[in-house]
């Protein structure tokens, strides 16, 4: 397929072409592809974390290879690893060896460059909260706290230690949110809602400016890692990080960071191996190849690599998470603004059509921005009852809106093979119901800024919607001031809704305020449409256990082991 030039549009040649060839020929093409191995990067993820490329972007695949659901069995992970150490088959002195496509810019919390680095810091750092494989919020150095409308009171665990032997105490608590707050770093605005913090014994009290419950999802992400304040004028810190996690850092380079487990550590008896490698290795070929030859034990592969891992006698976990694939629609444009033409274009997207196409079924088709178990996922927000594939109601909505014979809109995507492949599928089947799409593939950096001046009528990637929280994600892109919302959209009740959400005090309000945007979106015509949710895919060796995807899209390698032999 040939390279999509920024203003290039894509011409797929008569619209009398049915969009089940268009889907056999686009498979074929990505089909090989895969089979050549493909020329799909990860893009860097943005600051505000409404667009992000992440591992789990896979290269596209027709493959429809048969794997078993582990993720439901991945979340008993703990309970297996505790069986295998009745049994004594856990190997205690095993080097584990991940592998990724990408290299974290850093390991001090400020200055880490992009939310993939999460496996690289989380296991040097403990967080204030964590996430559990259910995407639910649990305690961690916060054992537990109260939620008011002007107040998070943080009950700090007693008893623990930094790395370098530092407290762990409300102060050095304090100390740390302190340094993010007033930091010129991409988190500070994660946590612009605290006005103040004052300590009392081991209880931290944030002073909000507004209510802000979803902060507790904000301290289980990257934000909410604490490190020693002690070691704050290290200037060693990117490569030598000082926090209280299972692990200490023993070396950084560009290939990669390696671990040993801190006996220090207050659950040291269920950190289940002696050191973690993660290896920087961006090739897919070259990592795919290393989990056959059995140099390397877990790591992450492409859609498009299945047939090849299965044949190589891989075992093979496959999940859905909190990202997305989408499709927004910037409403300064006079027709994307009608909640009728929304409507419209949502029911001329084949979802299952594009499932199958382009990733062999492995997208679970989807109008909603959460995947089913996560908090907050509502049962009867369908495909089927909000955006059937039915290019008759299609045109008739336009009609209705008062565009019988159509418009011409811009729709802009990374230029990446993934993404532009979706450019393409959207392109034909918006023409079938008479809206012409100008196609523009833009380079990362590229993309991100015109995106975030407002330069696209429309524009497609994936989207994380659940970190650094929810809340987050829904100001970004349906409130007027939304970093990923040019057209300056406002859902109706929006900020009704996100006091809801924020004012929630335990984890059934905060679903319920959830399900509530979710639904008033549909209704409204979303202009944030979700298209489906890719599966994320994971290959390891025999003698690896404990592996789990996380709904919440955090990768976390602290439940991972070896057995013996």
Same mark, same amino acid.
């Given at each position: 397929?040939?390279?999509?030039?920024?203003?290039?549009?894509?011409?797929?040649?008569?619209?009398?072409?049915?969009?089940?060839?268009?889907?056999?020929?686009? +498979?074929?093409?990505?089909?090989?592809? %895969? $089979?050549?191995?493909?020329? !799909? *990067?990860? /893009?860097? #993820?943005?600051?505000? &974390?409404?667009?992000?490329?992440?591992?789990?972007?896979?290269?596209?695949?027709?493959?429809?290879? +048969?794997?078993?659901?582990?993720?439901? %069995? $991945?979340?008993?992970?703990? !309970? *297996?690893? /505790?069986? #295998?150490?009745?049994? &004594?088959?856990?190997?205690?002195?095993?080097?584990?060896?991940?592998?990724?496509?990408?290299?974290?810019?850093?390991?001090?919390?400020?200055?880490?460059?992009?939310?993939?680095?999460?496996?690289?810091?989380?296991?040097?750092?403990? &967080?204030?909260?964590?996430?559990?494989?259910?995407?639910?919020?649990?305690?961690?150095?916060?054992?537990?706290?109260?939620?008011?409308?002007?107040?998070?009171?943080?009950?700090?665990?007693?008893?623990?230690?930094?790395?370098?032997?530092?407290?762990?105490?409300?102060?050095?608590?304090?100390?740390?949110?302190?340094?993010?707050?007033?930091?010129?770093?991409?988190?500070?605005?994660?946590?612009?809602?605290?006005?103040?913090?004052?300590?009392?014994?081991?209880?931290?009290?944030?002073?909000?400016?507004?209510?802000?419950?979803?902060?507790?999802?904000?301290?289980?992400?990257?934000?909410?890692?604490?490190?020693?304040?002690?070691?704050?004028?290290?200037?060693?810190?990117?490569?030598?990080?000082?926090?209280?996690?299972?692990?200490?850092?023993?070396?950084?380079?560009?290939?990669?960071?390696?671990?040993?487990?801190?006996?220090?550590?207050?659950?040291?008896?269920?950190?289940?191996?002696?050191?973690?490698?993660?290896?920087?290795?961006?090739?897919?070929?070259?990592?795919?190849?290393?989990?056959?030859?059995?140099?390397?034990?877990?790591?992450?592969?492409?859609?498009?690599?299945?047939?090849?891992?299965?044949?190589?006698?891989?075992?093979?976990?496959?999940?859905?998470?909190?990202?997305?694939?989408?499709?927004?629609?910037?409403?300064?444009?006079?027709?994307?603004?009608?909640?009728?033409?929304?409507?419209?274009?949502?029911?001329?997207?084949?979802?299952?059509?594009?499932?199958?196409?382009?990733?062999?079924?492995?997208?679970?088709?989807?109008?909603?921005?959460?995947?089913?178990?996560?908090?907050?996922?509502?049962?009867?927000?369908?495909?089927?009852?909000?955006?059937?594939?039915?290019?008759?109601?299609?045109?008739?909505?336009?009609?209705?809106?008062?565009?019988?014979?159509?418009?011409?809109?811009?729709?802009?995507?990374?230029?990446?093979?993934?993404?532009?492949?979706?450019?393409?599928?959207?392109?034909?089947?918006?023409?079938?119901?008479?809206?012409?799409?100008?196609?523009?593939?833009?380079?990362?950096?590229?993309?991100?800024?015109?995106?975030?001046?407002?330069?696209?009528?429309?524009?497609?990637?994936?989207?994380?919607?659940?970190?650094?929280?929810?809340?987050?994600?829904?100001?970004?892109?349906?409130?007027?001031?939304?970093?990923?919302?040019?057209?300056?959209?406002?859902?109706?009740?929006?900020?009704?809704?996100?006091?809801?959400?924020?004012?929630?005090?335990?984890?059934?309000?905060?679903?319920?305020?959830?399900?509530?945007?979710?639904?008033?979106?549909?209704?409204?015509?979303?202009?944030?449409?979700?298209?489906?949710?890719?599966?994320?895919?994971?290959?390891?060796?025999?003698?690896?256990?404990?592996?789990?995807?996380?709904?919440?899209?955090?990768?976390?390698?602290?439940?991972?082991?070896?057995?013996?032999?």
């Amino acid at each position: 397929m040939r390279h999509i030039g920024r203003n290039d549009r894509i011409d797929l040649g008569e619209r009398n072409v049915t969009m089940r060839r268009l889907l056999a020929i686009l +498979a074929a093409m990505v089909l090989l592809l %895969a $089979a050549c191995g493909g020329d !799909d *990067d990860d /893009a860097e #993820a943005t600051e505000s &974390g409404g667009v992000e490329a992440t591992e789990t972007e896979d290269e596209a695949s027709d493959e429809t290879t +048969a794997t078993a659901d582990d993720n439901e %069995a $991945a979340d008993d992970a703990g !309970d *297996d690893a /505790a069986d #295998a150490a009745d049994a &004594g088959e856990i190997d205690r002195e095993a080097t584990l060896i991940y592998a990724t496509s990408f290299i974290t810019n850093s390991l001090d919390v400020p200055n880490v460059g992009t939310d993939f680095s999460y496996t690289y810091v989380n296991l040097v750092y403990d &967080g204030l909260t964590k996430r559990n494989s259910a995407g639910e919020v649990v305690p961690a150095i916060a054992e537990s706290w109260e939620v008011t409308s002007d107040t998070l009171i943080l009950d700090i665990v007693d008893g623990r230690t930094f790395h370098d032997g530092t407290p762990i105490d409300a102060e050095a608590v304090k100390a740390n949110l302190e340094r993010i707050i007033n930091c010129e770093c991409r988190f500070a605005s994660q946590l612009a809602p605290i006005g103040s913090i004052e300590t009392s014994g081991n209880q931290v009290i944030l002073n909000l400016s507004e209510p802000a419950g979803t902060l507790l999802e904000v301290f289980a992400d990257i934000a909410g890692m604490m490190a020693s304040p002690a070691s704050f004028e290290n200037e060693d810190l990117d490569t030598n990080p000082v926090g209280s996690g299972p692990f200490t850092v023993r070396e950084y380079s560009d290939g990669g960071v390696v671990y040993d487990r801190w006996d220090g550590y207050h659950d040291v008896e269920n950190t289940l191996v002696a050191s973690v490698e993660i290896r920087s290795i961006p090739d897919d070929n070259t990592r795919i190849s290393g989990f056959i030859s059995g140099e390397l034990d877990v790591g992450l592969a492409r859609l498009g690599q299945l047939g090849e891992a299965e044949a190589g006698g891989l075992n093979i976990i496959m999940g859905g998470n909190a990202q997305m694939y989408i499709l927004a629609l910037e409403t300064d444009n006079e027709a994307l603004a009608d909640p009728d033409v929304r409507r419209a274009i949502s029911h001329a997207l084949d979802r299952d059509g594009i499932s199958q196409g382009l990733y062999g079924g492995n997208c679970t088709p989807t109008v909603q921005p959460y995947p089913e178990g996560f908090p907050g996922y509502v049962a009867d927000a369908t495909v089927e009852r909000y955006a059937a594939y039915d290019p008759d109601l299609a045109r008739q909505l336009l009609a209705d809106a008062g565009y019988p014979d159509g418009f011409t809109i811009s729709m802009g995507a990374p230029a990446i093979t993934n993404y532009t492949n979706q450019l393409e599928i959207y392109q034909a089947q918006l023409a079938e119901i008479g809206i012409t799409v100008e196609a523009i593939a833009d380079e990362g950096r590229t993309f991100v800024q015109r995106l975030s001046e407002g330069e696209y009528d429309s524009w497609l990637g994936p989207s994380s919607t659940a970190r650094p929280s929810t809340a987050a994600w829904w100001h970004m892109v349906y409130h007027p001031d939304g970093a990923r919302n040019a057209g300056g959209y406002e859902l109706p009740g929006i900020d009704d809704l996100l006091l809801q959400l924020n004012s929630a005090t335990t984890p059934a309000e905060s679903a319920a305020a959830i399900e509530a945007m979710t639904v008033a979106s549909l209704e409204d015509g979303a202009r944030t449409i979700i298209v489906c949710s890719p599966q994320t895919v994971a290959v390891h060796q025999d003698n690896v256990g404990g592996y789990q995807i996380g709904l919440a899209n955090n990768l976390d390698l602290r439940t991972v082991y070896k057995t013996a032999g």
